[in-house]
């Protein structure tokens, strides 16, 4: 299948940095040539389909590092109020009570939210029906980094139940969907899974060849305990625990000193950045400037719409880009090309995977589209378009989401998904819970 997307103005984050007013050719899964002007007559006329653009933009697909898809239906349930009251009143006495199908709507409901705002990609930590939302992931086409999230307050024929879950879930789903999917192994954090567990993780990992993914110093107060309980900071404990021997993406990240964000960087760790919810839950702000001056990947998550409460990843960038001017005090904190950079190739980095992020030849045909005839993007010219990207687009401004150059989002229409019938159902459901 070969397909020209035409008349659009091309935001590439190529190393150049490049912005095109041209054309692109996706040949199957991939971009096959990325070109100024019009396409030839001779390669209209081979093409499979042909797609007016319009003069909309388009640019790589958004990729969330860190969500919880199950928990969707949680969205409103319990705000303003601390992480851990948060967790041990709201969230682990509602999610106790989930069952199958809850946990496939809610994940439903947090893809067609994704979609239609752009992103294209996703990481998702969840502890219950894994397999299941593999399969509705396979079913739509998306493409997703999925874990299966332990926690290891429990004993070890429990863990070690766990972790075989995680390790079927792997051999089962890594690479399938013509490799839309791969699996990583995902300690809950630190505070709720114990040394010893957190050693067998790691030894699974390097057997297995698996990354990992974990929440890390969300809070002042379980960095504070963990020291106090094991006389070491998270960080420099994970380490040791040999939790980075392998590829490893840490969730949040926000209270960590200077000798961890050399760890970090010495490790080649990734770290994700979910500004709004640790505003939301009231943990802090992580120091990404001081990371990424380190040369450390960091990349961009919402969480979950329980803590967050929407998935809107230009929301996310737009937050990364001005919180870190106000801390520093410092306009030229932050940059539109480096915070978008963030939300797509980093995304892709942090993820491990390396074809994706780009609108260039040889990538994955992941890319969205956006109509800039709209008041708040107006006036634009090819200067101003990444500066209307992280500043004012909204993810309401995105018509149309293609992954592997398959359109799952067109001219503002889910192509995969009965829209009615999950919001229906997300609302019935709602019912049995808080």
Request: proline share 4%; charged share 25%; hydrophobic share 40%.
């Amino acid at each position: 299948m070969r397909k020209i997307i035409h008349s659009v103005t091309i935001v590439t984050m190529n190393d150049e940095n490049e912005r095109i007013n041209g054309y692109v050719v996706v040949e199957r899964n991939l971009f096959q040539k990325v070109s100024k002007g019009k396409p030839t007559a001779e390669e209209l006329r081979k093409a499979d389909e042909v797609i007016n653009g319009n003069g909309k933009w388009l640019m790589p697909g958004l990729i969330n590092t860190h969500g919880h898809l199950g928990s969707s239906l949680l969205r409103g349930a319990g705000d303003d109020i601390p992480l851990m009251t948060w967790l041990k009143q709201v969230m682990w006495p509602n999610e106790s009570r989930f069952d199958r199908e809850t946990v496939l709507v809610a994940a439903e409901l947090a893809m067609m939210e994704m979609i239609k705002s752009g992103t294209t990609t996703f990481l998702d930590m969840y502890h219950l029906h894994m397999d299941g939302i593999a399969d509705v992931v396979m079913k739509k086409g998306l493409r997703a980094t999925l874990c299966r999230g332990m926690i290891g307050l429990c004993s070890e024929e429990e863990q070690e139940s766990k972790l075989k879950e995680s390790v079927q879930l792997f051999k089962h789903y890594h690479g399938a969907n013509e490799g839309k999917i791969s699996i990583a192994l995902s300690p809950h954090a630190p505070y709720t899974c114990p040394p010893s567990f957190l050693r067998r993780i790691a030894e699974t990992a390097q057997e297995e060849k698996m990354m990992v993914h974990t929440h890390v110093s969300e809070t002042r107060n379980e960095v504070e305990q963990h020291i106090k309980e094991y006389g070491k900071r998270p960080v420099i404990h994970l380490g040791e625990l040999g939790l980075f021997d392998q590829p490893c993406l840490i969730a949040h990240g926000v209270h960590v000193n200077e000798q961890e964000i050399s760890i970090l960087k010495d490790r080649n760790v990734a770290v994700s950045h979910n500004p709004v919810s640790n505003l939301k839950l009231g943990s802090g702000i992580a120091p990404i400037p001081q990371m990424q001056a380190k040369g450390i990947t960091v990349s961009l998550g919402t969480d979950s719409t329980a803590s967050n409460n929407n998935l809107d990843m230009f929301e996310e960038m737009r937050m990364a880009a001005l919180i870190h001017k106000g801390v520093k005090e410092d306009p030229a904190t932050t940059n539109s090309f480096d915070t978008l950079a963030m939300g797509t190739h980093k995304g892709a980095e942090a993820l491990q995977l390396h074809d994706i992020g780009k609108i260039t030849a040889g990538y994955k045909a992941d890319f969205i589209m956006i109509d800039p005839n709209v008041s708040h993007l107006t006036p634009w010219d090819e200067s101003r378009i990444l500066s209307h990207l992280i500043y004012a687009t909204k993810g309401s401004d995105v018509t149309d989401t293609f992954i592997d150059g398959e359109a799952v989002y067109r001219n503002r229409q889910l192509i995969n998904f009965d829209e009615e019938r999950i919001i229906s159902l997300a609302n019935e459901k709602l019912k049995n819970f808080v």
